[in-house]
């Protein structure tokens, strides 16, 4: 409808300038919005204020112009001017029930749009360092990703949903470590376990994976594997120092091949399950892309070697700088350190240029609130290389708390102590896990209830939309169960007996999704449309407790059918976006 509002708008705005009664001007986007008071009519529209300063003109004066040249449309029943010079539209019956038969018309496809037809959109989330299994505060943002991919997908985008491993650096090199390490203790070796290594049972599972594949063959004395090592910090010692001289022993003693393959059994252990936990969690991925596959293209070299030939890198005590100052940053940023060895930053770069240099209109980073820092280095990067740093969106995501009851449940990946997005799915169910992480704004804080998400009551916000659509199904048993059918045909042909208060609210709410859909994807704001499913599920229950679909007038009875089966599409349509289930039966 809003549509329909500003084709008929642009047409009379361009009738009066071509007829001199309006300047020659450029006319702004015509925007269109629901009245909060019915008083008001359905919608109004500000353009007439909007136009003021350029045409010299009062604002009601326009308004009044726009109002006398509106042509005679069959869904605007009346037309008014208020306050300063807005212009309130009230719709037809008619257009008001029209809604129903758009819905049952289009069905899986209603709501979808064309707005982004033509544009490539690549979304990049979750990204996790594959040292462990994903825990829940990377839920967040899986859910978020991918919902966010979703609406792109609904408003016309090709979307390419991205994963960028880190298969390189140091923090996989601790892992290596410590899978090592839980290896010779299985082996028979005696020592302190690292400080700083990784804990986790996981890591004991790959260790003994290496040891069934490999028996005692990587094997050596724990007085070689710690000899020169910097004392750990229980010691009094470093603890970054303690596990880096580990590493390098470890290198050392087991040479490239068996290390490699210690690193590659961890990384290639971890990103299985990873794959494994997103896809049970809905989250579905086109590319697993590769940080390694950076350094061995040459790409991490040859973004260095661009910022070099656009003089924004500088030499400093053996180390390459990048002049991110230069653009905004608090402090510039190493790309190469003294030992030769290139930083995350510098893999950062090369990747982000890779994503340009691959076609996408729009590129979109989710990312975590902690990495907010990175932000402006990534995109001074972008404008050295002479890319537009405007097609980069970074969307922050807050992380969850998780509490059961009134205690919170504390999380470290490093000491093991967390609960896996594998557990949470299990406990609470795909579902629930999924709307709870995006019914709030991803940059607001969230605290995650468990007890709430497992609840089956109408204070739990999933259970209460999925309820409604397992409600609308059960009225369609009842009608078999007594031996009668729904007519779609009568039904529509009635729908202007639907004059209830609640029919009336919920024309108004099948209307908006359309509407909710555009905005969520344009914004990145997939929690709007948890709010929508959940204000008309709301709508639906009151209407459900007040009023019989199944009664004698079989007219009325129709319409009513007619009107739930559309809510029931909508509903159905929204989880989908959102990657929920619409159960038939609770």
């Not at 070796?189 to 290594?197: D, G, K, L, Y």
């Not at 009551?457 to 939309?465: E, F």
């Not at 007594?482 to 208060?501: A, H, P, S, Y």
């Not at 009151?542 to 009023?547: E, F, G, L, P, R």
Request: aromatic share 10%; net charge negative.
């Amino acid at each position: 409808m809003k549509a329909k509002l500003i084709n008929v708008l642009s047409q009379v705005l361009s009738d009066l300038i071509s007829q001199g009664m309006l300047p020659e001007m450029t006319v702004p986007e015509i925007q269109i919005e629901r009245t909060k008071d019915k008083a008001h009519g359905d919608f109004a529209c500000n353009i007439a204020m909007m136009l003021a300063r350029s045409a010299k003109m009062n604002p009601r004066q326009i308004a009044t112009s726009i109002v006398d040249a509106l042509p005679d449309v069959d869904f605007i029943t009346k037309v008014d001017i208020a306050g300063p010079g807005f212009i309130n539209f009230t719709l037809s019956a008619d257009s008001a029930q029209q809604i129903v038969k758009d819905v049952l018309a289009a069905g899986d496809a209603f709501g979808k749009s064309k707005l982004g037809e033509g544009k490539r959109a690549q979304v990049e989330f979750v990204s996790a360092n594959p040292t462990g299994p994903l825990h829940v505060g990377h839920g967040r943002g899986a859910a978020y990703g991918s919902v966010v991919s979703s609406l792109l997908n609904e408003v016309g985008f090709e979307v390419h949903r991205e994963y960028y491993v880190n298969d390189a650096g140091r923090q996989m090199d601790i892992l290596a470590t410590s899978v090592w390490l839980r290896y010779l203790a299985a082996c028979g070796e005696q020592f302190t376990f690292p400080s700083n290594a990784y804990k986790g049972d996981y890591v004991l599972d790959i260790a003994a994976s290496l040891k069934d594949e490999v028996g005692d063959a990587f094997s050596r004395s724990s007085a070689d594997v710690f000899a020169d090592v910097p004392d750990d910090e229980p010691q009094g010692g470093d603890k970054e120092q303690h596990i880096d001289g580990l590493i390098v022993n470890a290198k050392a003693l087991l040479g490239d091949e068996h290390y490699r393959k210690v690193f590659d059994l961890g990384l290639n252990s971890i990103i299985a399950g990873i794959k494994s936990d997103l896809a049970d969690f809905g989250t579905d991925y086109d590319e697993w892309f590769s940080e390694r596959s950076l350094m061995e293209s040459g790409d991490v070299d040859k973004a260095i070697e661009q910022l070099k030939s656009s003089n924004v890198l500088y030499e400093k005590e053996g180390a390459w700088w990048f002049k991110s100052t230069d653009y905004g940053d608090e402090k510039d940023r190493v790309v190469v350190r003294d030992n030769g060895q290139t930083t995350y930053f510098a893999s950062d770069i090369a990747y982000h240029l890779n994503k340009y240099n691959r076609g996408f209109d729009t590129v979109i980073d989710v990312w975590g609130s902690d990495h907010h820092g990175y932000i402006p280095r990534v995109r001074a990067s972008l404008t050295a290389m002479g890319q537009d740093e405007a097609r980069l969106k970074v969307l922050l995501v807050q992380f969850a708390v998780l509490y059961r009851g009134d205690e919170k449940i504390a999380m470290s990946t490093r000491s093991g102590q967390f609960v896996t997005l594998n557990e949470l799915r299990k406990e609470i169910g795909k579902d629930a896990a999924r709307f709870f992480y995006v019914m709030r704004g991803a940059d607001q804080h969230m605290d995650f209830d468990l007890e709430l998400a497992k609840s089956q009551s109408n204070d739990n916000p999933v259970y209460y939309v999925q309820y409604a659509h397992a409600r609308v199904c059960s009225v369609f048993r009842q009608l078999e169960e007594r031996g009668l059918v729904w007519d779609k045909t009568v039904g529509e042909q009635n729908l202007n007996r639907l004059i209830e208060d609640h029919e009336l609210a919920l024309f108004t709410a099948l209307s908006r999704y359309s509407e909710i859909i555009e905005t969520a994807a344009l914004n990145y704001t997939p929690h709007i449309l948890a709010h929508y499913l959940m204000d008309l599920a709301r709508d639906f229950h009151t209407y459900y407790n007040a009023h019989h679909f199944i009664v004698d007038d079989i007219e009325l009875s129709q319409a009513r059918l007619t009107l739930i089966t559309a809510i029931k599409q909508v509903i159905e349509n929204g989880l989908t976006v959102m990657g929920v289930s619409a159960p038939e039966s609770m």
